[in-house]
């Protein structure tokens, strides 16, 4: 939704215990003055309710924007064995673009994941953000073809 009503998020952290996250996101606009808190709000709802189509609202965006000039690296997706013993970690290193963090966590959800933290950094024109996922059953991934299949998947979602 940030993104859709034109914010960049610089950087955000995330948390999830028992059921209920919590997200904290630092913005600015992309251009001008921030939009009004009131209709940021009532947006949010709709999309909760599902009558706002948020990929829709994304995909005009990103038509309304020109090209980017800046040399952008291919992104990658690593997951980091050891870094963690209750979750799985995955870095993802990507050219930052609007509704680049909705695209990965619905990436996340196709592959039956649940976010238990993420922390997000946008350092100039390339997001490095690293996310500890579990599964639904709330375990790190250990099936060698299931870790493959989310690397991929969160691969497709940034191109």
């Not at 009004?36 to 909760?48: F, G, I």
């Amino acid at each position: 939704m940030l993104a859709a009503h034109r914010m960049v998020v610089r950087a955000a952290s995330a948390a999830s215990a028992g059921g209920t996250a919590v997200i904290e996101f630092s913005v600015v606009p992309e251009y001008g003055s921030p939009p009004d808190p009131a209709t940021l709000e009532a947006d949010l709802r709709l999309v909760l309710a599902g009558r706002l189509d948020i990929e829709e609202r994304l995909a005009r965006r990103a038509r309304s924007m020109r090209p980017s000039r800046v040399p952008v690296a291919p992104p990658r997706v690593t997951l980091l064995d050891d870094a963690s013993a209750t979750a799985t970690v995955i870095e993802v290193r990507a050219h930052d673009r609007p509704g680049l963090l909705w695209r990965i966590g619905r990436a996340f959800g196709d592959c039956g994941l649940d976010v238990r933290a993420a922390r997000v950094e946008t350092l100039g024109a390339e997001a490095v953000d690293v996310f500890y996922v579990v599964d639904r059953a709330g375990r790190p991934l250990t099936d060698a073809v299931q870790r493959a299949q989310v690397r991929d998947q969160v691969l497709a979602a940034l191109r």
